[in-house]
């Protein structure tokens, strides 16, 4: 059961100042056991970082084009989005991916998009949209400690080189326990591969509706944006039908998946009421050599 990993090297965020030291066991219980004891840090709204900017890009994309209409519906997304308040040092973060040209910054911001679209549609303009809309921004954050050339192979991950990407959302959550304390981020890196139990790492508990919302967002990112092992992106269409099928042999939360179906349908009526139709040809690339990661058979710890 992968459900912890010890470090065989520093975890160090992206100014050098040291996370984690070498021989840390990073695990549910001590990412719980970090996030009680961090500092509060002051916070401060997206709009007011250099990051701002930023939001438009996929509000913007012909891609999802099916998400972010009418006018007021991207300006409602707009709006709860730039009203994220979070601290410096995790802007910091996403400002290294950017200058890197990291396609996890993208990623981010598409995921946040999305998944604030997908709560839009059932709980409005709550209160607590912004706090969920940072841990959308934040779930990969992970992924940050993973070599970069990962995010580049046209091929199937070796063996050790798939171990180094599940091993991220335990480094993510634990980044952010440091930093956010008991912040729904740190459920949200922990928990994005969960997959129903057929992921990675092991949980003890069931994610939270809204952290199976991130989860689906950040799939439906995935699916929709290049990667250098497929010859396309998926279309919107085709995307659905990928996390409809995974809805379907259990692989996704069905109720979440069909709030995604919600967005692109409109957000009109009730999401409940979703029936998933047939996987339609056409909306796939031609060439698409990903295999799903497995996580390891137990800890290596």
């Given at each position: 059961m992968f459900d912890r990993l010890i470090l065989t090297e520093e975890l160090a965020d992206c100014r050098g100042d040291l996370v984690a030291a070498r021989g840390t066991v990073l695990s549910p219980e001590s990412i719980a056991e970090a996030a009680a004891r961090a500092p509060r840090i002051t916070r401060r709204p997206l709009a007011e970082t250099p990051l701002a900017a930023d939001v438009d890009v996929p509000l913007g994309e012909e891609r999802y084009r099916f998400l972010f209409q009418p006018a007021a519906v991207r300006d409602a997304v707009r709006?709860?989005?730039?009203?994220?308040?979070?601290?410096?040092?995790?802007?910091?973060?996403?400002l290294a991916l950017r200058r890197a040209g990291s396609p996890i910054h993208g990623h981010a911001f598409a995921t946040a998009a999305i998944a604030v679209r997908m709560l839009l549609g059932v709980v409005g303009e709550a209160r607590?949209?912004?706090?969920?809309?940072?841990?959308?921004?934040?779930?990969?954050?992970?992924?940050?400690?993973?070599?970069?050339?990962?995010?580049?192979?046209?091929?199937?991950?070796?063996?050790?080189?798939?171990?180094?990407?599940?091993?991220?959302?335990?480094?993510?959550?634990?980044?952010?326990a440091r930093t956010l304390g008991p912040h729904p981020a740190v459920q949200a890196a922990l928990g994005h591969h969960w997959r129903c139990g057929q992921g990675y790492p092991s949980l003890v508990s069931t994610p939270s509706r809204s952290m199976e919302v991130v989860s689906v967002a950040s799939a439906f990112a995935a699916l929709t944006q290049p990667r250098p092992y497929r010859s396309a992106a998926y279309d919107a269409r085709g995307a659905a039908d990928v996390l409809v099928q995974e809805a379907m042999s259990q692989q996704a939360d069905a109720n979440t998946v069909k709030l995604l179906v919600h967005a692109l349908r409109g957000g009109a009526g009730d999401p409940r009421q979703i029936r998933f139709g047939r996987e339609r040809e056409g909306h796939a690339p031609d060439v698409n050599r990903h295999a799903p990661i497995a996580a390891p058979s137990r800890s290596p710890v």
């Open positions: 709006r709860l989005l730039l009203a994220t308040a979070l601290p410096d040092a995790l802007f910091a973060e996403l607590g949209v912004p706090e969920l809309a940072g841990a959308a921004l934040l779930h990969d954050i992970g992924m940050r400690h993973v070599p970069p050339y990962l995010a580049h192979l046209r091929d199937k991950l070796g063996r050790d080189e798939a171990e180094r990407v599940a091993a991220h959302p335990l480094l993510g959550a634990y980044h952010l």
